[in-house]
């Protein structure tokens, strides 16, 4: 190999070796341009999750289950009829319910009627006292010769029986009027307790039909055709998609910078780089996921070896987003949160972002009150 040939090989290496080192200058100088005017401003991880809520519905009496009308992965609507029950033992306590209240405002105007009895046997006992009164004092006043020392004795013996009637008279009043003082037949006790057993029974009786509480998809289905499930039981789940968030958990180094409010961006492995969902940091959580754990780490002991520990970070979702593309509870997302606006505050404020009413079921309420006055008014009570 010639002289010539070594020397166009080393000039050629030492160009290569000078363009490779101006390359990775320039990478240098680059990503410390990323770092500086965005890198430092952002977070990431990988391990993230779709939470959500999985509202339980459940019997509230013991029944036996006569129809489904709802299956697992099937969406359903808010007050849309899952589970029917038999409604045989609640359909016979409301029927006695009605019954027992027909005969409480029957007895307590029964009552009513006694005291005016006995209000008019007080009269009547009063006028007699004060007629006997008045025949003893004429034949005391007339003693002196008119009248009969026997005779007096048997006015005096009027007095008392007349006196003895009117306070037998008074005690029968005070005794039916301790019953119905100071209300009418519709608001007296007795009615009332008897309305308040009417009302259960016709709640009892609506729990025979279970209703979505929310929208969502059906999870979790356990419950069978002809089951004899009780109280509490857990039946099926609903779970309503279109409120979910993701928990991120970060490492503790990567917290300093986390305000409440600052923007996510979000991919999913379902989807995908192709769809992005949008949204913000919602909350911190109060502690690692080691310090919840149901055998939390004794770090007191001394085989002890330092482990980063990671916060759960929970992220909401833009919900016209989810409606586009659906996410489910348990997927693996990633999350770059931009904490560049440090304004925000460190931790959530104590007022709730947000409160999720459910459907239990039928309101009885109206029905039940238009079935009292029904009642009351069969049996001679006056409307309220």
Known sequence: MSDITRVQRAETRRKGFVLF?????????????????????????????????????????????????????????????????????????????EANLARAARSVRGTFASADSYSAQLAQAQVALAQAQSDYKRRQAALAGAVSGEELGHARDAVSAAEAAANSARGGLAQAQSGIAGVDVAHNPDVLAAEAQLRAAAIALAHMK???????????????????????????????????????????????????????????????????????????????????AVLPAQNASGNWIKIVQRVPVRIALD??????????????????????????????SAVPAGVMRGNTGEDTAVRVDALVAKILAANGVPAR
């Open 21 to 97: 080192g101006a390359a990775i200058v320039l990478l240098a100088l680059l990503y410390g341009a990323w770092w500086l005017l965005a890198g430092r401003f952002g977070e990431s991880t990988d391990d993230a999750y779709v939470a959500g809520n999985i509202v339980a519905v459940t019997s509230r009496e013991n029944a036996t289950v006569t129809a489904l009308y709802a299956d697992n992965t099937q969406a359903v609507r808010q007050g849309q009829l899952l589970i029917e029950m038999d409604p045989s033992v609640a359909d016979v306590t409301m029927r006695a319910a």
């Open 210 to 292: 279970i209703v979505a509480p929310v929208d969502g998809v059906i999870a979790q289905r356990t419950v069978q055709v002809g089951q004899r499930v009780n109280a509490g039981a857990p039946l099926m789940a609903v779970v309503p998609l279109s409120n979910v968030w993701v928990d991120a958990n970060f490492k503790e180094g990567q917290l300093s910078g986390m305000r409440i409010g600052q923007p996510v961006k979000v991919t999913t492995d379902l989807y995908g780089g192709k769809v992005v969902y949008h949204g913000h940091v919602a909350g911190l959580g109060a502690g690692s996921g080691s310090a919840f």
């Open 319 to 348: 919900p016209s987003e989810l409606t586009d593309n659906p996410l489910r509870i348990g997927l693996s997302v990633s999350a770059d949160v931009d904490i560049s606006d440090q304004s925000g505050p460190r931790v959530a």
